[in-house]
């Protein structure tokens, strides 16, 4: 599986953003795709993640109510919609491709993800 996210750029405080990532190869096997986030000088983060035909959707407490993630399987593309963007928000987002059943503790740690994507930097400015 080839993951591709793109979307990312500068934004003002309060702005939206919409990430993209294309999934390629293998996909009839992913269970679910996650979105997680690394800012400079701290540990990737949880950011959403959602089955792949769209059953399941879960999302970090930093970013629910702000954050939707969204799938469209003709395309083997997921979304992650992100509004009302704050400063924190600053990172590289990388979306990661998982082949097997989430658990409850699963799907929010980078290490159970199978394949990753090569990132896209997202900038909030104040």
């Known amino acids: 599986v080839q993951l591709q996210a793109y979307g990312g750029g500068l934004v003002q405080a309060g702005g939206s953003l919409r990430l993209s990532c294309a999934a390629s190869?293998?996909?009839?096997?992913?269970?679910?795709i996650g979105w997680f986030r690394q800012a400079p000088g701290k540990e990737r983060e949880f950011v959403s993640a959602i089955s792949w035909y769209g059953t399941y959707t879960y999302y970090g407490d930093s970013v629910q109510g702000r954050f939707t993630i969204s799938t469209d399987n003709a395309k083997n593309t997921v979304y992650l919609q992100m509004n009302s963007l704050k400063p924190e928000d600053t990172a590289v987002y990388y979306c990661?491709?998982?082949?097997?059943?989430?658990?409850?503790?699963?799907?929010?740690?980078?290490?159970?993800?199978?394949?990753w994507g090569q990132g896209t930097l997202v900038t909030v400015s104040s």
């Open positions: 990661a491709d998982r082949r097997a059943k989430w658990s409850s503790t699963t799907y929010y740690t980078p290490d159970t993800y199978d394949y």
């Open positions: 190869g293998r996909t009839f096997s992913t269970y679910g």
